[in-house]
């Protein structure tokens, strides 16, 4: 053989045989068709990755510590009211009661998701005072969290970093002796209520009353989302980056 024909085979050998290109290329076209697909199906539904909520410990009705860290796992919506509010306060309370009495029907209350009310008025609102209110609601017991803390930490917590609106001001016909002078301020606040997921990513906010059924449905993304199996967890983070968002 000549030293041409040797080095002619040689290169038919190096170059990739058209079977093996072909079967890329339809590998490429087929995970382009599906990635379209996809885009315009979009089967699974994402809420967005908001950033991180902030981390605290608080204090519970029963005095004890209560904190972000012990509630990691869980998805978890958060409101803010003041339990001596005549005004928004009792119907936003309510609404949590709701969203109580339907994540029991679907048996993830305590699970897979938590309700947590802050207070920030902690200079009335003691232990003892959320115990009171949080059974006059009907509160259950590791489902729905009451949590009030020292006045500075309040204030950086739920102003700060939720950022959250509240003004204390003082009250229609407040008392001005000294003995009475906790009785002397009202709030002006924000309706505010925010949804964070299992990783402690806020998913959520909600500057208004609820609508329940929006809300239940964000609920039952999240915790779909929480529960996806390993093998599953691509297709969400697909979702996530054509942001299939409802």
């Known amino acids: 053989m000549t030293t041409d024909a040797i080095t002619a085979q040689s290169n038919r050998q190096a170059r990739p045989g058209w079977g093996g290109l072909r079967a890329a290329l339809v590998a490429v076209l087929v995970l382009g068709l599906l990635a379209v697909g996809f885009m315009l199906a979009r089967p699974v539904k994402v809420l967005p990755r908001l950033g991180a909520a902030p981390s605290y410990t608080l204090t519970d009705p029963q005095g004890r510590p209560l904190g972000s860290d012990d509630l990691r796992g869980k998805v978890v919506l958060y409101d803010f009211v003041y339990t001596s509010c005549e005004t928004v306060c009792p119907a936003m309370t309510a609404q949590m009661m709701q969203v109580q009495q339907r994540l029991e029907d679907k048996r993830w209350l305590g699970e897979d998701v938590v309700l947590v009310t802050i207070t920030f008025d902690p200079e009335r609102d003691t232990p003892e005072r959320l115990l009171a209110e949080s059974r006059k609601f009907g509160a259950v017991e590791g489902g729905w969290h009451w949590l009030t803390g020292e006045l500075i930490a309040i204030k950086q917590l739920v102003g700060g970093e939720f950022g959250v609106y509240f003004e204390k001001v003082e009250a229609e016909n407040a008392p001005h002796d000294a003995d ?29 009353m609820l609508n329940l059924d929006e809300v239940m449905r964000d609920i039952e993304l999240v915790v779909r989302e929480k529960n996806a199996p390993p093998l599953a967890q691509p297709v969400w983070q697909a979702a996530h980056a054509i942001r299939a968002y409802p």
């Open 180 to 208: 009475h002078a906790h009785e002397g301020y009202d709030f002006v606040h924000a309706t505010v209520f925010v949804l964070v997921d299992a990783d402690g990513q806020i998913r959520s906010e909600y500057h208004q």
